[in-house]
Structure formats: C-alpha cells, structure tokens
C-alpha cells in the first residue's frame, strides 16, 4: 500500500494566491523539506517542468507576502503572540506542561519509588483530562481551591496548599518566560528596524502583545527607538492611558512654520497581558515599571484571564486594540505566533472582519496548518482560501522578519541617537 500523499497550504491569500506543498517536513517552525510544490510551471531549457525544489517554495511564498506587505497602510498594527518569542528561548504552552511535570516530579530514592507529584496534583483537583492543557489545569486548581476546599497535597513527604502550589506553577511561568536579549538572532530587532522605515507623518506603529517578556523593549534600545508604552516620563514610571495620546515632536529647526515634525523612530507599545517589569503598588493601586518587580503584574493562563482583562491597565490596552481595528482607512494587523486561542481577542479581529471594510489581516504561523488549531483559526482559514484581505503564511519569525519588504520612503539622514531610560 502506497504511503498517502499529504498536501499543506504554505501560503493562503485569496484565490489566486494560494501554495500548497506535498509531503512538507518542519523543524522547529522551518520547513525543511517538500516532495512538490503547486502551482509551480517553471520549465527546463528544453521546456520540460522542473521539479521544484525547498527553495522554489520559500521564494514563491515570500514573493507573495511581499507584495501583499509593499503596499501602504495607514495604520499598521502588529499582534505578538507566543510564537514570536520562542525562536529566542521562550516556551510553548506544552513545554510549560514539561517543565512543571519535571518540578513536581521526585526522582527514584534508593528503595524508593519515583514520585509523579504532578499526577497527585491533577488527581487532587479531579483533573482527568488527556490533554495537557497548563491553562486548562491551573483553572482547574483556582477554580476548586476557591470552591471546594484549598486542600493540603502531600509530595514525597512535603505538605503543601493548593493556593501555594498555583503561585509555586505561576513563579515557573514567570521565570521561564524572562528572555535575554539575543546577542545574534534578534527577529525583534530586525523586524522592528524595518517598520520603523515608515513616513513619520503616517500614524505610529502600534505593537500589541500577549507576552510578558521585554523583547520589543530590548529591540527598542538597540535600534534607537522610542517605545510609547502608557507610561510617564517621570519616575516611577506610573501608568495612565492618557499617555499612549502623547507624541514627540521636535520643534527647534523644524521646516514647516506652523506644524510641529513627528520624529522618527517612536512607536507604542500595549502588553495586553502584563509585563514582567510592571508592579502594582498597593498602598495606592497605582501600576509602576520595576525592573525587579517581586510579584509582576501578569494575566496568568487561567480562564480567570478574561476577568483579569477587565482591570486596569489590561483593560485599557484592550480598549486601544478593539479602537485600532475599527479604524475604517485602510488598517493592517499582522499576527506573528498568535494561536488564536484568546477569546476576546478572536472577538476583537473577527468583528473588524465582518465591519470594517478597511481592515485586512495576516497571520505569520507556521502551525497555520496542522491539524489541532483553534477553531478560530479554523474560519479563518476557510475566509482566506476566498478573500484577498486575509494573508496566512508558514514561516517562522525569524525568517518573516529576515524577508519582510524594507520600505524606502525617505533618505536615512544622520540620526542622532536618544536613550531614554524605559527602566
């Protein structure tokens, strides 16, 4: 019995601009092999069709992406998922699991058995599910600490709350989601010394992520900009809103007499699920940049998130988003490693979709095609194969801001360099 050929979309944009692959092999978000590529007509000097090759797939999909991204949007917007960090060590949702499966886990002792402590975790919260679902699990643990009863759980002879425990998993994530600035591959860096090519008189890019880590900001100081983040230029730096409704302009020497000239190299910034540089004090409930925040102000993966996103400064920041996307002229919001597994996200791109006529979105996932994604994802895809106003692409972050078209709109003066400190 002959293997069955498996064929996968690497490159979706309406009718016309579809690519499919047989048979493709990824490693860590590249794809590393094709048996065929479609449509592909290239012909050899006697006019027979050539084989393609992984490079003829690569440079099909991104000649189409680039077109698609060489066109001017007025407003660009650029939503951070996950995926964007872990090119530069950050985890997955999965590797998460691992990881606290691997904290709880005690190893053989001489005539001791090894201990699963994560397994009497999940059995004591009546957490039976197969899938290994760390949001899905701390839920669980919140919801029957909150509900039924903050049981004590014994681990290889230690006795511990349940409440202890979820600040125990929420101290992992916060320690494995705090990322160095890479010394070579920076996708952060790179893509972000490309948007920053724009026209300053156009709106300011606005970046939007749901991770915690300080990537953007240290791609910020290392390519000179300055990150508009909803937070004073006083210290401690304190958040308002009102602060994202700031600009900097230079006036001294400006050559237009009555209007002020945006300066280059700004753009802002919403983490949407917190930061872990952001501190709240609780004296005054005021939220301050602390770099060595004790208990940073983060919306953990719990379905509690949601409530979460209704407090300050989230709610806020989901405010700007949900305001960004309605806006009718001409507004491109590029998702890079989002899952679209957040619902009020989904809500938030699924009705600029359905209402706004001006919006186009693309989606940079390798992942775009395989067989467990969300269903949002899902119509997505489906809207995709028919519409022109969605892009989805399998490529990594890496590569996507390697490719992604520079924009030649003004002459590179001499910039001088500001450092202001985002600390």
Not at 18 to 24: F, I, T
Not at 123 to 152: M, P, Q, T, W
Request: proline share 4%.
């Amino acid at each position: 019995k002959m293997e069955e050929e498996i064929w996968k979309y690497i490159l979706l944009n309406g009718k016309t601009n579809q690519l499919k692959v047989k048979n493709p092999v990824y490693e860590k978000g590249e794809l590393k092999s094709i048996d065929d590529l479609k449509p592909f007509n290239k012909k050899d000097d006697e006019g027979n069709p050539v084989k393609p090759t992984l490079a003829d797939a690569n440079s099909e999909k991104r000649n189409i992406y680039k077109e698609f991204f060489k066109k001017p949007f007025k407003n660009l917007l650029v939503l951070s998922g996950a995926g964007s960090s872990m090119d530069v060590g950050g985890l997955s949702m999965w590797q998460l699991w691992k990881e606290t499966e691997k904290k709880y886990k005690i190893d053989k002792k001489e005539n001791k058995p090894e201990i699963d402590g994560f397994k009497i975790i999940r059995e004591a919260v009546k957490f039976d599910s197969e899938e290994k679902n760390l949001e899905s699990l701390l839920s669980h643990i919140e919801g029957y600490s909150k509900f039924v009863k903050d049981v004590e759980i014994e681990i290889g002879g230690v006795k511990k709350q349940l409440t202890v425990i979820k600040g125990e998993i929420f101290k992992l994530i916060q320690d494995k989601c705090t990322i160095p600035a890479p010394s070579d591959n920076f996708p952060h860096k790179t893509f972000l010394e490309k948007l920053l090519q724009r026209k300053q008189t156009n709106p300011r890019i606005k970046i939007f992520t749901l991770n915690y880590d300080l990537l953007f900001e240290y791609a910020a100081t290392e390519v000179n900009a300055i990150v508009v983040d909803g937070f004073s230029f006083t210290f401690p730096r304190t958040f308002s809103g009102r602060y994202f409704d700031y600009d900097i302009v230079q006036r001294e020497g400006s050559k237009l007499k009555e209007e002020d000239n945006f300066i280059q190299r700004v753009f802002h910034l919403h983490k949407l699920h917190g930061s872990l540089n952001w501190e709240r004090v609780d004296s005054d409930q005021k939220v301050i940049i602390n770099n060595n925040a004790s208990k940073p102000l983060m919306v953990y993966p719990r379905e509690a998130k949601y409530e979460d996103s209704y407090g300050q400064p989230f709610f806020e920041m989901m405010a700007r988003f949900q305001k960004n996307l309605r806006k009718n002229n001409d507004t491109l919001l590029i998702c890079i490693g989002y899952s679209f597994n957040d619902k009020h996200i989904n809500a938030a791109n699924e009705e600029a979709l359905n209402q706004n006529p001006g919006f186009r979105l693309a989606s940079i996932d390798p992942g775009f095609e395989s067989d467990n994604i969300s269903p949002s994802l899902n119509e997505i895809k489906k809207v995709a194969k028919e519409s022109e106003r969605i892009l989805l692409t399998s490529e990594s972050f890496t590569e996507f801001a390697k490719h992604y078209p520079e924009i030649k709109t003004y002459e590179n003066f001499n910039q001088q360099a500001i450092n202001l400190n985002n600390g």
